[in-house]
């Protein structure tokens, strides 16, 4: 372990080639610390088994095992995780860090929690994931057979089973990072650890209002959406949106919908006007995000909806729902609606579809409402927090903007 410098970080994410959050930000985080050459380890899932060297850094990767099976659309579990203790301790060992640093109850998270209690090198975990909920919404949909009643006691039983265990799993962190106000309290109640807002960056060069190709002439309204296509991101309200603009005699709109999901043959079906472009990356992205004159977002179960973020540096008002975390990004009726049911989520949509000017205003105002930061911020503060973990538990005090909650509630 490093005496002195920067923090000697092992991060063991359970996603990094993925087209999810998870993955994005951590590919943003082995970015940062090459930049500044910090010393990093990453543990992730590869294509192969394989060391990655570049400079201070060092990836280990592993190729998933025939049993490994899918929980999302792109987020796998390995039972025989296992396996790679005897491969993956010397790496750890021979790196020595100061802190590791898990994504979640994943199999390569259980990874990096069994090492550092063997190596007693002390453990921080990030939540990014709301499972119970994701279970909540999976459920329901598997007992569609069941007179809903029924079905919704079933899978409410089970949401709260859920996230009673994972609650347990998060006592194990020394620390605790967490997307929002809502959760630090959450994780502060139930494992009694320092928990420390962490939000997500974007890189606001790429996404920006100037990469609008589209001045909207022909006074079409687009309507976009950027994500996962698939049941818990309640993708399915898009339909009910486009039939409630019908009924509303709003008749130029169209959707794009950006991303690719076990739901997107039944959005295919059922919408009557949308662009359907599969999953975009870069700049193509970026020009996507810009040429929206609307991001329409229905999930209720993201911890934080950086999508929403993206759109939003991309000057894009957004409507978005009263659960998870993007409530908190959007100011409702200065930057866009937060929409407290589907029913007024759709009624959202068609006020500042007839109303074009309130929609423009909105355009203007919505780049510069701050609540969007870049990468680095994010990152900094967290490495602020992996230097008082080399310290010890009594210096997780207030480190350079966060303030764990076990000490005091955080600001909204």
């Not at 939540?127 to 909540?136: D, G, I, P, Q, V």
């Not at 739901?263 to 599969?278: I, K, S, V």
Request: aromatic share 10%; net charge positive; glycine share 8%.
């Amino acid at each position: 372990m490093s005496p002195g410098g920067s923090p000697r970080v092992a991060v063991f994410t359970d996603c990094y080639y993925e087209t999810n959050g998870v993955a994005r930000t951590y590919r943003e985080f082995e970015r940062y610390a090459r930049e500044r050459n910090l010393p990093l380890l990453i543990v992730r899932n590869g294509p192969s088994d394989a060391v990655v060297c570049h400079g201070a850094q060092r990836a280990v990767e592993f190729r998933r095992s025939r049993l490994a099976f899918a929980v999302d659309v792109d987020l796998w579990f390995d039972p025989l995780f296992f396996r790679r203790l005897p491969r993956l301790r010397p790496e750890v060992r021979a790196f020595g860090p100061d802190v590791i640093h898990i994504t979640g109850p994943g199999d390569v998270g259980l990874l990096g929690a069994i090492l550092a209690a063997e190596l007693g090198v002390p453990l921080c975990a990030t939540w990014h994931t709301n499972l119970h909920e994701f279970a909540e919404r999976r459920l329901l949909g598997w007992l569609g057979w069941l007179p809903l009643g029924l079905a919704g006691r079933l899978s409410a039983i089970a949401a709260r089973a859920v996230l009673a265990a994972v609650l347990r799993f998060y006592r194990i962190p020394r620390a605790v990072f967490a997307p929002t106000a809502e959760l630090v309290d959450l994780l502060r109640n139930a494992t009694g650890r320092p928990v420390y807002r962490m939000g997500r960056g974007i890189d606001t060069r790429l996404f920006h209002p100037s990469r609008r190709s589209r001045n909207g002439d022909d006074g079409t309204l687009v309507l976009g959406y950027v994500g996962r296509l698939v049941p818990e991101k309640n993708v399915r309200l898009l339909a009910s949106v486009e039939r409630a603009l019908i009924r509303a005699g709003i008749e130029r709109y169209r959707f794009v919908v950006v991303g690719e999901g076990w739901e997107r043959p039944w959005l295919e079906r059922e919408l009557q006007r949308a662009q359907f472009t599969g999953r975009l990356h870069g700049e193509a992205l970026a020009q996507a995000y810009a040429d929206m004159d609307l991001f329409v977002f229905p999930s209720r179960t993201d911890t934080f909806g950086n999508v929403v973020q993206e759109a939003l540096a991309s000057g894009v008002p957004a409507v978005v729902t009263d659960g998870g975390g993007p409530k908190f990004l959007v100011r409702n009726g200065e930057t866009g609606r937060v929409a407290r049911s589907d029913e007024e989520f759709c009624q959202a949509v068609i006020e500042l579809a007839a109303d074009p000017a309130r929609l423009h205003a909105m355009r203007e105002r919505v780049r510069n409402h701050g609540a969007i930061q870049n990468w680095d911020d994010v990152f900094e503060r967290m490495y602020a927090v992996y230097e008082e973990l080399k310290v010890g538990p009594r210096r997780l005090a207030c480190v350079n903007g966060f303030v764990p909650a076990a000490s005091r509630r955080p600001a909204d």
